[in-house]
């Protein structure tokens, strides 16, 4: 009991660890989002979750007036894991407070990214959380690995949401006792392997450690993972039609190796599924390809921007709403 005691007393003293820490979700199809009202040890300032569970300051749940809202989803490339306070999202309010394509309007961008989540996660959040705010416009992002299955923590249904009341007493006492949550933190690539693949993909579908053949398999157009995830893909250009809320569908390449052969095909196919649904797509593939994807890569990690990536998407991403007027009608 000493020893632990100190180690709580030792760990109390220094900042809440790097990083926005998760909690099972209660939305029915989504594995967890991100502890509310926390702020979190960063080397040029704290990072900050709001009250909604998304990165950033708060905000009110009805719109200002002349505000457009636009929220962003997405996995950790939306969240701007390394770059979370100069991320594209951010860079993307800066330019619209400097210059608004609506003039008398105020665009308020909302970095609502969460670590590993997919497509089919990001729609029912979009569907029976977001939707609360009334956005005027969804922007998506898609990393090559979305079409696999969420992450379930232990004891969740993740089809009801509900979580087993003595796991829910173990995430109330982890919240608050920093030891459990450091020994949480430092086991959890051992809990990964002690689940197997099976909690996330089959095994004789993809292989998880082969990156362009998990990526290809994960595209197949007649397998398990491509056709859960066009189904969640068609659900989202329904409630664009009913909520008459425009989708722009951004799609990150992996970049590292960037030129591998099929992955073109799969960029094109996800594309073309999503312009079928209804929904814009911005295929970022021909964009990274000119700017040499090896320059705007975070060190070895075949997944994350730099902060060179980070800009060039946030050019892009303007380029592309200013020149389109479909995406701008507001809700």
Same mark, same amino acid.
């Given at each position: 009991?000493?020893?632990f005691?100190?180690?709580? %007393? ?5 900042? &809440?660890?790097y990083?926005?820490?998760? &909690?099972?979700?209660s939305i029915p199809?989504?594995a967890? $989002?991100y502890v509310?009202?926390k702020?979190?040890f ?7 979750v709001?009250k909604?569970?998304?990165?950033g @300051?708060?905000f009110?749940?009805k719109?200002?007036?002349g505000?457009f ?5 997405g /996995?950790s490339i ?5 770059? *979370?306070h100069t991320g594209f999202?951010k ?7 400097? /210059?608004?394509p609506?003039p008398?309007?105020k =665009?308020? *961008?909302?970095q !609502?990214?969460?670590a590993?989540?997919?497509t089919?996660?990001?729609k029912?959040? &979009?569907?029976h =959380?977001? /939707?609360?705010?009334?956005p005027?416009?969804i922007?998506m992002g898609?990393?090559?690995?979305d079409t696999?299955g969420?992450?379930?923590p232990? !004891?969740? /249904?993740?089809?009801t949401?509900k979580?087993?009341?003595? +796991?829910?007493f173990?995430?109330?006492i982890?919240n ?9 933190h ?21 292989d998880? $450690?082969d ?8 595209h197949?157009?007649?397998?398990? *993972?491509w056709t859960?995830?066009?189904?969640c893909?068609? @659900?989202l250009? @329904? ?5 008459k809320?425009? &989708?722009?569908f ?9 030129? %591998? ?9 996800v594309?073309?599924?999503?312009r079928e ?11 990274f390809?000119?700017?040499n +994807? ?5 060190g ?11 800009d ?7 380029r ?7 995406l701008?009608?507001?809700?």
């Amino acid at each position: 009991m000493i020893p632990f005691l100190l180690l709580e %007393a030792w760990l109390r003293t220094g900042p &809440i660890r790097y990083g926005p820490e998760s &909690i099972p979700s209660s939305i029915p199809g989504v594995a967890y $989002t991100y502890v509310p009202n926390k702020d979190y040890f960063h080397p040029v300032k704290p990072i900050h979750v709001n009250k909604w569970g998304t990165l950033g @300051e708060d905000f009110p749940e009805k719109k200002d007036p002349g505000e457009f809202r636009v929220i962003v989803v997405g /996995d950790s490339i939306v969240l701007s894991q390394h770059y *979370f306070h100069t991320g594209f999202v951010k860079t993307l309010q800066k330019k619209f407070d400097a /210059d608004s394509p609506l003039p008398g309007r105020k =665009f308020r *961008f909302i970095q !609502a990214g969460i670590a590993s989540h997919g497509t089919c996660q990001e729609k029912q959040l &979009i569907k029976h =959380f977001y /939707d609360g705010f009334a956005p005027d416009l969804i922007v998506m992002g898609y990393a090559v690995n979305d079409t696999e299955g969420p992450r379930v923590p232990f !004891a969740l /249904d993740i089809n009801t949401g509900k979580l087993k009341w003595w +796991a829910w007493f173990w995430h109330f006492i982890k919240n608050r006792v920093r030891t459990l949550k450091w020994i949480k933190h430092h086991a959890s690539p051992l809990i990964v392997r002690l689940r197997g693949p099976s909690e996330v993909v089959a095994p004789k579908e993809a292989d998880p $450690t082969d990156d362009v053949n998990y990526v290809l398999n994960m595209h197949k157009p007649a397998g398990g *993972f491509w056709t859960r995830w066009k189904s969640c893909v068609g @659900e989202l250009g @329904e409630y664009q039609k009913e909520k008459k809320t425009p &989708i722009l569908f951004a799609i990150f390449p992996m970049l590292r190796p960037f030129h %591998a052969e099929g992955l073109t095909d799969a960029y094109d196919r996800v594309e073309k599924t999503v312009r079928e649904s209804g929904l814009t797509p911005l295929n970022l593939y021909p964009v990274f390809d000119a700017a040499n +994807a090896d320059e705007i890569m975070h060190g070895v990690d075949p997944m994350h921007l730099n902060q060179e990536g980070h800009d060039l998407v946030a050019k892009e991403l303007g380029r592309v709403l200013r020149s389109n007027p479909a995406l701008l009608i507001g809700r």
